[in-house]
């Protein structure tokens, strides 16, 4: 339930800060506590970072095995893996249907420590919190590296954030930089109406053809079981590979055009190079080079990091200041917490430590729409 800014229930136990999965699914946790609560978000409308990915995002799972908590995603017809949009209406609908207060758009732009309060410090006013929790997500802070030659390169260049469709890139000739998930999609289907290059810093790995995000999250769930009995964990995630073979990667694949070439040193005015002479020209490059957590607000707590610049974490707990969680940004703050059913599992772990006892589990019966 969506609420306009107002100055009522400013003094709360609990502040969530981001509206997206993570934060919908801390309020339901919440909710089910009778612990009073607001979520803060900076979005205009429902949906988090699902708002604003590039028209043929999919998710990697069939919605059954995609669901907040307390609810099942509803399947998409004749999707078996649903797209953005139907997502943001799950979300929307999630949202209503659990009458989340939700004000909106909130930018939270400080998080400040006091003796009895953690302070919310906003453009409509501050929030008082006995406890804080942080699920803003990445998708504000896009990373692009800093490789000499970026000011130089005269062709089009984007980050994965201002990606829609192919079709501006018709006929030319595109590098696609990066790795992961987003860089195969993206160049899967930029390659339709383009002549594509694609860079990485590693070759990469393709998960077997028959693996999605339902099997990368039982894989997720033991390892983390198996970090906290002790356990290494010699058949994790990082064993079975990177890149989900959705059909447009593997119509890609069949295409020939799933080649990874070494990534380049410098860009230069009509393409890169690399340090041992040869080049490619380009007239267009997309990053899909990731994003770092969008913590901006949480500057005032000084919080110490970790090596990976990560704030320093027991859980979702931070260790510095024990009143703020951080939740959904990565594997960090819980095994898969940037997935829909991993932010679910987190959220409840949270909650349980705010108020100091199990949280309800949800009901068994998931009512569908």
Same mark, same amino acid.
């Given at each position: 339930m969506t609420r306009t800014p107002d100055t009522?229930?400013?003094?709360?136990p609990v502040v969530v800060i981001g509206g997206g999965q993570a934060g919908l699914a801390a309020g339901y946790y919440l909710r089910r506590a009778q612990v009073p609560f607001v979520i803060l978000d900076a979005q205009t409308g429902p949906g988090g970072?699902?708002?604003?990915?590039?028209?043929?995002?999919?998710?990697?799972?069939?919605?059954?095995?995609?669901?907040?908590?307390?609810?099942?995603?509803?399947?998409?017809?004749?999707?078996?893996f649903p797209t953005a949009g139907h997502v943001r209406t799950y979300l929307d609908d999630y949202e209503r249907r659990y009458a989340l207060d939700v004000r909106r758009p909130v930018d939270v732009t400080a998080v400040q420590a006091y003796p009895d309060h953690l302070a919310v410090s906003t453009a409509q006013g501050s929030w008082r919190a006995r406890a804080v929790i942080s699920a803003t997500g990445t998708w504000r802070c896009p990373h692009v590296p800093d490789l000499p030659g970026r000011a130089e390169f005269t062709g089009r260049q984007i980050h994965t954030v201002n990606y829609h469709r192919p079709d501006p890139f018709r006929g030319q000739r595109v590098?696609?930089?990066?790795g992961a998930n987003s860089a195969a999609q993206i160049l899967a289907e930029v390659s339709t109406v383009a002549t594509t290059h694609w860079f990485t810093l590693a070759p990469p790995r393709f998960l077997p053809d028959d693996v999605d995000g339902r099997v990368l999250f039982d894989v997720a769930t033991q390892r983390e079981l198996a970090q906290r009995e002790g356990r290494p964990d010699t058949g994790g995630v990082a064993a079975l590979g990177d890149i989900v073979m959705i059909p447009s990667v593997k119509a890609a694949r069949d295409r020939g055009v799933l080649r990874a070439e070494p990534m380049f040193d410098r860009l230069t005015s009509t393409g890169v190079a690399r340090d041992d002479g040869s080049t490619t020209?380009?007239?267009?490059?997309?990053?899909?080079t990731g994003f770092r957590p969008a913590l901006a607000h949480l500057a005032p707590l000084g919080l110490? &990091?970790?090596?990976?610049?990560? +704030? =320093?974490?027991?859980? &979702?707990?931070?260790?510095?200041? +024990? =009143?703020?969680?951080?939740?959904?940004y990565g594997d960090w703050t819980g095994a898969a917490a940037a997935t829909l059913i991993g932010a679910?599992?987190?959220a409840r772990t949270c909650v349980e430590q705010i108020i100091g006892r199990p949280a309800r589990r949800p009901e068994p019966n998931h009512a569908r729409l």
């Open positions: 009522a229930d400013r003094d709360l970072a699902w708002r604003h990915g590039w028209d043929s995002l999919r998710l990697f799972s069939p919605a059954r095995y995609s669901p907040l908590p307390g609810w099942w995603m509803p399947d998409q017809p004749a999707e078996p590098g696609v930089v990066g020209d380009l007239d267009a490059i997309i990053w899909c110490s &990091t970790d090596t990976h610049g990560h +704030p =320093r974490t027991d859980g &979702t707990r931070s260790i510095d200041e +024990p =009143r703020l969680h951080l939740l959904g679910g599992r987190t």
